[in-house]
């Protein structure tokens, strides 16, 4: 047993560390589930492709830099590219800015203005409400945009992958896979 104590404390240690991460991306993936219902006008229908799938789909989990048959980094977060190695969050184009999806939505976006332009519009056919033939109107742009829910998607993960990485749940899984180890053919203590 004391030439594999070693072993069984890393592999004790990995399980445990690949558990609380995924425990801690289903905690961000049901924080985006519920986030469907935070705004828009049908709060309780969701649509493929929109905001929150694209955010859903980015999330992920990755080990890197492996030695000896041991994974040394692991990196989770929010990825615009799966090839990346380092989450970056997704990335959106608007009107010449770039915007973070990912921060925009973990921290949220209080409400502001659309734009402070006058739409000048006109037409040659008369409205029907109006008499003359020839009018134009003024169209000012809504005074608010509603902005965007604070949902902490990845401080919910964040927070669920601290909880569960503790001595306590470390000790646990090394209990248990000293327990099944023990119906493996040629251990002993």
């Known amino acids: 047993m004391e030439e594999h104590t070693t072993n069984i404390g890393r592999l004790a240690h990995n399980i445990a ?13 049901v924080k985006l589930e519920l986030a ?5 006008q049908a709060k309780s229908r969701k649509i493929d492709g929109d905001v929150f799938s694209i ?3 980015s999330l992920a989990h990755k080990e890197s ?3 000896g048959g041991r994974w040394i980094r692991h990196v989770a977060g929010s990825f615009d ?6 989450p970056t969050g997704v990335k959106g184009y608007h009107e010449g800015k770039m915007t973070n999806l990912t921060e925009m939505y973990e921290e949220g976006v209080n409400d502001f203005p659309y734009g402070n332009k006058l739409f000048l519009l006109f037409a040659t056919q008369g409205a029907r ?20 829910p604070r949902v902490q998607f990845m401080q919910a993960w964040y927070e669920r992958v601290m909880f569960e990485l503790n001595q306590e749940t470390y ?4 209990n248990q896979l000293v327990a099944n ?3 493996i053919a040629g251990y002993s203590e």
């Open 17 to 29: 560390l690949r558990t609380a991460l995924g425990d801690g991306y289903n905690e961000a993936i």
């Open 36 to 40: 469907y219902h935070l705004g828009g």
């Open 55 to 57: 955010l859903k789909g």
């Open 65 to 67: 830099g492996q030695r």
């Open 81 to 86: 590219n799966p090839q990346e190695e380092e």
């Open 129 to 148: 409400r109006s008499r003359a033939k020839n009018y134009m109107a003024y169209l000012k742009a809504p005074q608010r945009h509603p902005g965007f």
């Open 171 to 174: 000790d646990d899984t090394l």
């Open 181 to 183: 180890l023990k119906g």
